[in-house]
């Protein structure tokens, strides 16, 4: 049986469409034994939509700059805070690099004029990049989903492709597992694209192909549940037959446990935030 006691993707009720707060998870996960949680909410104009994308009212971010007030212990399960943030160009651009943001939470002007992308980021642990509005994407060639992945997984903060399995942007997967473990960055087994789904279905053969990759190419993986709501923290029982199913080896899942995945993000070139 494979460990996993982290859960690094995982939302809140500030994503809109989630339904729970960060305490609910917290408890949740130490009930499920976890470690480790990581809180990972949309970082997407999925959450405001008609947002102009150019300019933005940090007002309406502010839930993420000011995360830094959270503890790094919460009922004894390591507590970090970062972002699902978009991919929104081939060339893996995130959503808020091409908005400015011109004024801080009270309205009154910033010190200088910086881009969302930074200004929310700058307080996050990590980022999970992944594709959910796909209309950029929509003509795709393997080449250009290849060049898109390998754009965000160049991005510093980013630590993870979420969910690439069933983004439904065809890449080379040998191409961008290869270049995630060059970088030390990971590739997301995403239990919720997993468990609705048919055996032996395109996502789970194509979830399947990634897990293969990793496996052989030497690239660690994040099993996370992607929850929405707290009773699903900690649950990855599909991710985890995929991973069994192909005899996974342990040493490559990031999140066995809490020191593991903070190896992982340090090797990653990220900030290992002290207890
Ligand atoms: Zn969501
Ligand atoms: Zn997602």
Known sequence: MLQNRCDVHTHTLFSRHAYSTVRENVLA???????????????????????????ADLRDYQYFINTTTWPRTLEGVRLLHGAEADIRTLDGRLFGQDVAVAEDITGGPLRSVTTLYDRVV?????????VHYREFAREATVSQGTEMYLGALAQPKVLALGHAGRAGVPFDVREVVGEAARLGKLMEINNHSLEARRREGRTWQSCRSIAEACAELGCR????????????VGRVPAALELLEGIGFPQELVATRCAAAFLDAMSEAGLTVPAL
Do not use: K, N, Q
């Not at 996960?29 to 990972?40: F, H, I, M």
């Not at 993986?221 to 699903?232: Q, R």
């Open 122 to 130: 700058a307080s996050c642990d990590y980022v999970i990049a992944s």
């Open 221 to 232: 993986v994040i099993v996370s549940s992607d929850a929405h709501v707290c009773t699903d």
């Open 29 to 55: 996960a130490r009930d499920a034994g976890l470690e480790l949680l990581g809180v990972t909410d949309h970082f997407s104009d999925m959450l405001f939509p008609g947002a102009d994308l150019t300019h």
